[in-house]
């Protein structure tokens, strides 16, 4: 089949002995915090597993709303004290005052927590319930703000979101690039990206974001798709799209889990080498509280535990 053949259906590999002399890619797992005890044990075990992967960092999501303020404290401050795993803390600007957000912010330092995924964060309903975000008033109003503010109670680390499909809120497209320039300016190390499945336009946004002098490392956010009913859902609100292929894939195996599996595996490592191909090294996963697919994703990109010595 013809490269161009390919292309259209999503499948054009990296070159293959590319695969096996590039180095592993740099990781991070992103996490969303338990709702029950129940929840909590299986994402223990979930976490345990990836652990010898040795992420760069491994994050965890804050509910919409603030929704999970409590639930996602205690997760990454057990992730701090009981794992060799870097934690790192999503905070939004939702329904909570200036005063309030550094005063999170400053337990999470003493704790030792020096990671924060900075973001505006959605209403209290999320996206999909039509309500439209509204600042709190004395809250941070945007990101940039929320960075700024972070700077000044301590020098954390600080990632940010990036949507390579433009946010569906913004102005425009260069108002969206500018808004996460001015999120590095105010102090972000790094931006993640919200989840996308056409390499193309990735890397079209990286042109983009590096012609408007942005310097850091943008790294994909990678969406392995287990149910693509669902992804249907999630694509709509947060404005990305889902090419034709993706559906072509998935189609007729609705009622068919385990073969959804092994093809959303097959497709998310097959997307990560198109990008590793095309410079990028590094990735952050959506993992939702799921290990398998991951581990598998990352022993096909050589990112493997380490070998236990011989006895
Ligand atoms: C990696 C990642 C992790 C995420 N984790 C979470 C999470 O844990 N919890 C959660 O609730 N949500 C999370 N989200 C979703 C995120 O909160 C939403 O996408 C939200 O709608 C935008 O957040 P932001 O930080 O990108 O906002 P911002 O960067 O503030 O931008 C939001 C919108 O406002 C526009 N804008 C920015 N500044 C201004 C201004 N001064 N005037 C007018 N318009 C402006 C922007 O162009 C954009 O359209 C995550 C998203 C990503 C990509």
Redesign the pocket.
């Known amino acids: 089949m013809s490269d161009s053949r390919l292309a259209g259906r999503g499948l054009l590999a990296a070159d293959p002995a590319h695969d096996f002399d590039a180095a592993p890619p740099r990781i991070s797992f992103e996490f969303f915090p338990p709702k029950t005890p129940e929840m909590e044990e299986r994402l223990w075990e979930v976490v345990k597993r990836v652990e010898p992967l040795a992420p760069r960092f491994v994050s965890v ?4 709303g603030g929704s999970t303020r409590e639930r996602t404290h205690h997760t990454v401050r057990r992730i701090r004290q009981e794992t060799p795993l870097e934690p790192a803390a ?1 905070l ?1 600007c ?1 329904a909570a005052t200036r005063a309030e957000i550094d005063a999170v912010a400053a337990a999470y330092w003493d704790a030792g927590i020096r990671h924060i ?1 900075a ?4 209403p209290p309903g999320g ?1 999909s319930s039509g309500e439209r ?1 509204a600042p709190h008033p004395g809250g941070y ?4 703000d929320l960075v700024a503010g972070l700077k000044r109670v301590a020098d954390f680390e600080i990632s ?2 990036a949507y390579p499909e433009t ?1 569906p ?3 425009s497209r260069q ?2 690039l500018d ?1 996460l320039k001015q ?1 590095l300016d105010a102090g972000a190390n790094r931006a ?3 989840f996308f499945f056409d390499v193309d336009l990735f890397l079209r946004f990286r042109d983009r974001a590096a012609a408007a002098g942005v310097g850091v490392p943008i790294v994909p ?1 990678i969406l392995p798709v287990t149910n693509f009913a669902q992804l249907r859902r999630m694509a709509t609100t ?1 404005g990305a799209s889902i090419p034709a292929w993706m559906a072509a894939h998935f189609d007729g195996l609705d009622d068919d889990p385990d073969t959804r599996r092994l093809v959303a595996t097959s497709l998310a490592a097959e997307q990560c080498r198109r990008l590793q191909a095309n410079g990028c090294n590094e990735f ?1 996963f959506y993992t939702l509280n799921r290990a398998d697919l991951i581990v598998a994703i990352c022993h096909l990109l050589g990112v493997r535990a380490p070998r236990a010595a011989a006895a």
């Not at 109003?141 to 940039?144: L, V, Y």
Request: some cysteine; proline content about 0%; hydrophobic content about 40%.
């Open positions: 999501t804050y509910g919409a999503h939004t939702v995924v973001l505006r964060g959605d996206m975000y109003a945007f990101a940039a940010v979101a946010h809120e913004a102005a108002h969206d808004n999120k993640i990206t919200q956010g947060c952050h």
